[in-house]
């Protein structure tokens, strides 16, 4: 299967709020690193980082594009309150080893009322 087909998948995982789904698309050293937060290394903490995620937010995935080069793909995102981003994911053997994020981490905050940590 193709990145591109892997990432539509991954998707559809994230849009059921399913983190048991979503870690099976990792390997098992993998690095999710959302660039609002500090790296995540490693299928569990992956796991555990997006059941933590969908337990304070109703978060839902849109692809606006999905783009592969090689073992890369891109998606490019919105969701139905406004909000956009991208994530790059590096596949090796149908796995993700890394996924980088870019998204407006204020903007979901507010949006999902969550709390805005001081700093």
């Known amino acids: 299967m193709q990145p591109k087909q892997i990432v539509q998948q991954w998707v559809d995982a994230f849009n059921q709020g399913d983190a048991d789904k979503i870690a099976e698309f990792y390997s098992e050293n993998a690095v999710n690193h959302q660039v609002a937060n500090q790296p995540v290394v490693g299928k569990a903490a992956i796991k555990q980082m997006f059941s933590n995620e969908f ?11 999905i783009f592969q080069d090689g073992e890369w ?10 909000l956009r981003g991208c994530g790059f994911f590096q596949f090796e053997n149908g796995l993700i080893v890394l996924q980088r994020g ?9 949006a999902h009322k969550l709390p805005i940590p001081s700093e």
């Open 55 to 65: 337990s304070n937010a109703e978060m839902v995935c849109i692809v606006e594009n």
């Open 73 to 82: 793909a891109i998606l490019e995102w919105k969701d139905p309150i406004g």
């Open 102 to 110: 870019y998204w407006d981490k204020l903007s979901f905050l507010k």
